[in-house]
């Protein structure tokens, strides 16, 4: 037998009850599918940073992983759940543009809209027994649990994605771009598309998108205020509680303060625009 494909969990649950139910739920239908957390620190809602954390993560899971993503503020509504293939990787989440920048860089090959309830009643057709005594039906606010946890690791057991939903091409998916830059008289002006632990700011600029080489010192303007700030490679090229810009691992452009938290420094949220002036 064919070893099972990884299912990789990626969301905004935390440190939660909804985060272990989707890893027992996982062991419950199938112990032998592994199982890889890559975050649960997603900030709440954030739809955008979730997008940035699936697209520089996703390819360090080994080839064909499923990658499903439960960052997922319209759970309920109408938004679509899809289940994709692009490139060598699995995509499972909802249809808000969370998974869209990831899809578009390895390249859709086919996908579905989830049929949840179907989803639901393979999952039980296949595992019958794994889960006894319990009635299980979608529930309008956990498809973490209900709808993208059973598609996923019906996935990883070798189910087809055309026996998952309905047929979508790449032109029907939510579009979201994490890459954003407007060259304006003040400057270059971008936005916050993720900030971490530590509170660095990543922007919506990858290395290359602003003349950094010609530059040593810059002006960071946010709605607190403007900030002085080097040009640097590593935290420690400034002083602690400096800022520093720099391109980060996964080839962002990112605002730091060494030993500090550049986001409480420059007042800035998830999605909070910044103009970046050559001083």
Known sequence: MAPKRPVALITDFG???????LRALIHSLDPEIPEIDICHCVPNFSVLAGAYVVYN???WTPRGTIITAVVDPGVG??????AVRAGDYYFVGPDNGVLYPAIAREGFKHGVELDAVH??????QLFRGKLPGRTWQVSDT?????VFMPAAVLIARGVDLEELGTPISSSDLKKLSLESVEHTDEGYRVRTVYIDKYGNI?????????PLRQWQN???TTHEGTFQ????????DVSPGDLILYVNSFGFIEIAANLDSAARRLGVSIGDKIILTHV
Request: proline content about 2%.
């Open 15 to 21: 440190d939660s009850l909804y985060t272990g139910v």
């Open 57 to 59: 993560t996703y390819a």
């Open 77 to 82: 509504s109408s938004r679509p759940a899809l």
């Open 119 to 124: 989803v639901v009643s393979l999952a039980q």
């Open 142 to 146: 956990f498809h973490g649990r209900d």
């Open 202 to 210: 990543a922007l919506s600029a990858m290395r290359g998108a602003i």
């Open 218 to 220: 810059l002006a960071i």
């Open 229 to 236: 700030a080097i040009i640097g490679r590593k935290f420690s």
